[in-house]
């Protein structure tokens, strides 16, 4: 069975789904192949079930990619203001969480239920359960699926990255990509737990479940949040944003008391010098089990001022060298993806092969923790919709 339409667009996640709303608004014939038997799995399982949707404080610089200003056209011209009013249109609860990032009071459940009704309104078709064959383009572009074949002018390419595969993520689109010999930044797992060697692990993860607030830096970025011990390394929102900038052999610095100055008491000449005296300062800031358990392991040379000194420093600058990352299974994102400087970044089409797009999270563009994935994946769907 041969379908025709105006544009078809592969993977029904965020990205996809957007794009198509917004082409099928403006008249198109849109097409929708989604291989898993139900569109936008992802966004179910998103922010704990809440789905943090988008980011009040959305910014390029709030985005990594090999350019950083690939994405500022996209995000420009759709804005979070622009999905806010979409979900207060289909009255969604929501509220802020921190720092600026927006969940559903209920459930994703609701945002996934307005694109598919937004679906509807503009006359999308949606296909399930489609496994796709082989993709091929002479006058157009024929997607042949297991038991249909799809025709059309236009192809978009939203089928994400590799996080998560047991939710559906597969390398499709980096492959199509190299069939159409569009240059691919190497994939990396992003927002992503950090596993630590052997040697740190037997020092620290029996503390897992422990946290503390720190400032966590590599490659010349920060950020202040929660670092949280795991029974085999670091997780917490601190260690998710700096594992994106992370590279294997790289160190990464953690501040384990922003702020603070943990040995200030000795400044009093009657304090004694001792590590008891040391162990209770750690413990008025640091968690007591982690602040005792780093110091057995960072303990003062001696007992001067230098060496007080020396332990300060080491604790705001503490030098862990991960083993590696917990690998795509556990990560909230794809690094790296098809190059920026493939596609047009007010459109998203390729400059090598016109008529095909690539939008979403399989493209080189990757946001911070916060909901700035989900507001490349709208904005970028959007660009491209408006151009099909
Ligand atoms: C556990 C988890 C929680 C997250 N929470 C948040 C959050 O709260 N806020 C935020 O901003 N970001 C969050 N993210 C990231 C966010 O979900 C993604 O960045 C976003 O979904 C990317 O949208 P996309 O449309 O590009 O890709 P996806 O949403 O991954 O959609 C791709 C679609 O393509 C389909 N597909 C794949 N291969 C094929 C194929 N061969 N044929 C047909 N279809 C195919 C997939 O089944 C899927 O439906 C989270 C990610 C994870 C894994």
């Given at each position: 069975?041969i379908?025709s ?6 993977g029904?996640g965020a990205?996809g789904?957007m794009c198509?709303?917004?082409a099928?608004k403006?008249?198109?014939r ?5 291989h ?10 998103s ?6 949707f988008t980011?009040l404080?959305c ?6 990619s090999?350019?950083p200003h690939?994405?500022?056209?996209a995000?420009?011209?759709y804005?979070p203001?622009?999905f806010?009013a979409?979900?207060?249109?289909h009255g969604?609860p929501y509220?802020e ?5 927006l ?11 307005m694109?598919?009704e937004?679906?509807r309104?503009a006359g999308?078709s949606i296909?399930?359960?489609t496994?796709?064959r ?8 024929v997607v042949q699926a297991a038991n ?11 089928t994400g990255g590799?996080?998560?595969p047991?939710i559906g993520?597969t390398?499709f689109?980096?492959?199509l ?6 240059k691919?930044?190497e ?8 596993v ?5 692990r ?7 479940g422990v946290s ?8 010349g970025r ?10 085999r390394g670091l997780s917490?929102?601190a260690?998710l944003q ?6 294997k ?15 200030a008491?000795?400044?009093d000449?009657k304090?004694?010098r001792t590590?008891t005296?040391?162990?209770s300062?750690?413990?008025k800031?640091l968690p007591?089990?982690f602040?005792?358990r780093w ?11 230098a060496a007080?000194?020396?332990v300060?420093q ?9 083993a590696?990352?917990e690998?795509?299974e556990?990560a909230e994102?794809t690094?790296?993806?098809v190059?920026?400087?493939e596609l047009?970044?007010?459109t998203?089409e390729?400059?090598?092969?016109p008529?095909?797009?690539y939008?979403?999270?399989?493209v080189d563009v ?6 700035f ?16």
């Amino acid at each position: 069975m041969i379908h025709s339409f105006d544009a078809l667009v592969l993977g029904g996640g965020a990205a996809g789904l957007m794009c198509a709303i917004e082409a099928g608004k403006r008249g198109r014939r849109v097409a929708v192949l989604e291989h898993a038997d139900r569109l936008g799995k992802k966004i179910l399982v998103s922010g704990g079930g809440r789905c943090n949707f988008t980011n009040l404080h959305c910014q390029p610089d709030s985005f990594l990619s090999s350019n950083p200003h690939f994405a500022k056209s996209a995000l420009a011209r759709y804005t979070p203001a622009d999905f806010i009013a979409l979900v207060e249109k289909h009255g969604i609860p929501y509220h802020e969480k921190t720092l600026g990032q927006l969940f559903c009071d209920r459930s994703a459940r609701d945002l996934l239920g307005m694109l598919e009704e937004e679906c509807r309104s503009a006359g999308v078709s949606i296909f399930l359960n489609t496994k796709i064959r082989e993709v091929s383009r002479g006058a157009e572009f024929v997607v042949q699926a297991a038991n249909a074949e799809f025709h059309a002018p236009v192809l978009v390419i939203a089928t994400g990255g590799l996080s998560i595969p047991k939710i559906g993520a597969t390398a499709f689109g980096y492959d199509l990509a190299r069939q159409f010999g569009l240059k691919i930044r190497e994939p990396r797992p992003g927002l992503v737990p950090l596993v630590l060697d052997a040697e740190d692990r037997a020092r620290y993860c029996n503390l897992s479940g422990v946290s503390a607030e720190v400032i966590a830096s590599c490659d010349g970025r920060q950020f202040r949040e929660k670092m949280l011990i795991t029974h085999r390394g670091l997780s917490g929102p601190a260690i998710l944003q700096i594992s994106s900038y992370w590279n294997k052999p790289q160190q990464i610095h953690i501040d384990l008391a922003p702020g603070s100055n943990l040995t200030a008491i000795f400044g009093d000449p009657k304090t004694p010098r001792t590590s008891t005296t040391l162990r209770s300062a750690f413990r008025k800031t640091l968690p007591s089990r982690f602040g005792d358990r780093w110091l057995a392991h960072h303990e003062p040379r001696s007992w001067t001022k230098a060496a007080l000194a020396d332990v300060e420093q080491q604790a705001h600058a503490w030098a862990i060298t991960p083993a590696g990352t917990e690998g795509f299974e556990k990560a909230e994102v794809t690094c790296g993806g098809v190059d920026t400087d493939e596609l047009s970044a007010k459109t998203m089409e390729s400059r090598k092969v016109p008529g095909l797009f690539y939008i979403g999270e399989v493209v080189d563009v990757t946001g911070h923790l916060g909901g700035f994935n989900f507001q490349w994946a709208w904005a970028s769907g959007v660009a491209a919709g408006r151009a099909l």
